[in-house]
T-cell receptor, first 114, second 110 residues
Framework: DSGVTQTPKHLITATGQRVTLRCSPRSGDLSVYWYQQSLDQGLQFLIQYYNGEERAKGNILERFSAQQFPDLHSELNLSSLELGDSALYFC?????????????FGPGTRLTVL | SQQGEEDPQALSIQEGENATMNCSYKTSINNLQWYRQNSGRGLVHLILIRSNEREKHSGRLRVTLDTSKKSSSLLITASRAADTASYFCATNSGYSTLTFGKGTMLLVSP
């Protein structure tokens, strides 16, 4: 158990819909990262927050957004969903800003868009 | 875009044998990390090796890093059926984000 929790575990929705994925980092970790894992693209970094502020951005679509709240939990919002958004979405957390350190991954949310 | 590329894509061995997986990357790094993922589940951190280190051990795991060749290898000794999983290398290049390879699927048969 990494100490990172993600909800929900599974999400099935239709194209055009909007969903919110939630992540609670390990106790004391200030950084939260979001990754998308799909069969064709592999594991892709989406976005990082550190102590409530956006720190780094990766291959995140404009239809996707995230935020980190004062209690350090984070939410990833996916809107106008397309079939290709079906994937595993992982959240990870770490303690340091500069982050040459270990990231601890949650169990993931499996999103299926029908 | 993928930074690391693991080789082989899939590996099948018997329990007790050693498993070696390789990772190549393209740009300079601060550190390289190896993760394990059991089917469809979360990633588990195995080991981190910094750019100024050449070899690191953790239990049955041995990782080497050759920055001149931009490559790393993960050796699992005396493999067990429970080692069956996908193994990913991930590089860190200054910011805290990790860039993952596509992984090696390891199957260890009893």
């Amino acid at each position: 158990d990494s100490g990172v929790t993600q909800t929900p575990k599974h999400l099935i929705t239709a194209t055009g819909q909007r969903v919110t994925l939630r992540c609670s980092p390990r106790s004391g970790d200030l950084s939260v990262y979001w990754y998308q894992q799909s069969l064709d693209q592999g594991l892709q970094f989406l976005i990082q927050y550190y102590n409530g502020e956006e720190r780094a951005k990766g291959n995140i679509l404009e239809r996707f957004s995230a935020q980190q709240f004062p209690d350090l939990h984070s939410e990833l919002n996916l809107s106008s969903l397309e079939l290709g958004d079906s994937a595993l979405y992982f959240c990870a957390s770490s303690g340091k800003r500069g982050g040459s350190d270990t990231q601890y991954f949650g169990p993931g949310t499996r999103l299926t868009v029908l | 875009s993928q930074q690391g590329e693991e080789d082989p894509q899939a590996l099948s061995i018997q329990e007790g044998e050693n498993a070696t997986m390789n990772c190549s990357y393209k740009t300079s790094i601060n550190n390289l990390q190896w993760y394990r993922q059991n089917s469809g589940r979360g990633l588990v951190h195995l080991i981190l090796i910094r750019s100024n280190e050449r070899e690191k051990h953790s239990g049955r795991l041995r990782v080497t890093l050759d920055t001149s060749k931009k490559s790393s290898s993960l050796l699992i000794t005396a493999s067990r059926a429970a080692d069956t999983a996908s193994y990913f290398c991930a590089t860190n290049s200054g910011y805290s984000t990790l860039t993952f390879g596509k992984g090696t699927m390891l199957l260890v048969s009893p």
